[in-house]
């Protein structure tokens, strides 16, 4: 037991040793040419630093002053933009909207209350292009014109969709139940008119009428003139001709008359003393065709009055 503290003893006193010596290390005086480093900025740099700061606090508040300017000024909102809204169905532009650029959409339309009115200082121009980006169809609407330029123009009735205008390379169909020209001048057609049907207005003239050349009626089953409650007249310059090559010139009437036809005489006195008093004549013909009067008689006088047939 002894022992044991004596070790005990001895030990602390190695220990206080020890601290002793270490503590006379660390108090011992320092050479006098060691140099200090001080840690941190000081001086110039540290101001620069204060600057660099203080600069980037500004412009902080000034972006952020402006960003909060713009949003004032443009009216953003959660839906959208001043006049611009963002809608499940798409995009939607309340009041003029001024486009600078090339706008790609797949449809526009107005509201149901409003038109829709696109407007330009020069012209307007829709152009429709294919998935190559190809123009294939393009409607321009300028100050002197509307040119549209596609493979087929068509304009369909807003009912039933039926065609009522198609146009292209080949042919112009119109699909309307009537076709009216309202000019003064009528129709002008630069060549021939296949129709079935013409007719004028109720209580209105139809007049076919060529001021400077021939007018032709043609149709391979016959032309029927028709003139059911009314007259019907032809007049010419010259010659009037009826012609029927296979068939037969066919006047059915109550009365026909011919009138202006030349009248021939006898070359004996007394047929022309009687001539005067003359009121019943005879209907004669020429070897060429032509028909004129001869007095009649107790029998034919064709044949005494055929001196007629030699003139023009």
Known sequence: MDRSTNLDIEELKMTREQYILATQQNNLPRAENAQLYPVGIYGWRKRCLYFFVLLLLVTMIVNLAMTIWILKVMNFTVDGMGNLRVTKKGIRLEGISEFLLPLYVKEIHSRKDSPLVLQSDRNVTVNARNHMGQL???L????DAVEAQCKRFEVRASEDGRVLFSADEDEITIGAEKLKVTGTEGA???HSV???HIRAEPSQDLRLESPTRSLI???PRGVQVSAAAGDFKATCRKELHLQSTEGEIF??????RLGNLPTASFSSSSSSSSNSRQTVYELCVCPNGKLYLSPAGVGSTCQSSSNICLWN
């Open 251 to 256: 006047l059915n009437a109550d009365t026909i």
């Open 194 to 196: 296949e129709t079935p």
């Open 140 to 143: 321009t609407v300028g100050a």
């Open 217 to 219: 009626m043609e149709a």
């Open 136 to 138: 294939t169809g393009q």
């Open 188 to 190: 002008v057609f630069g």
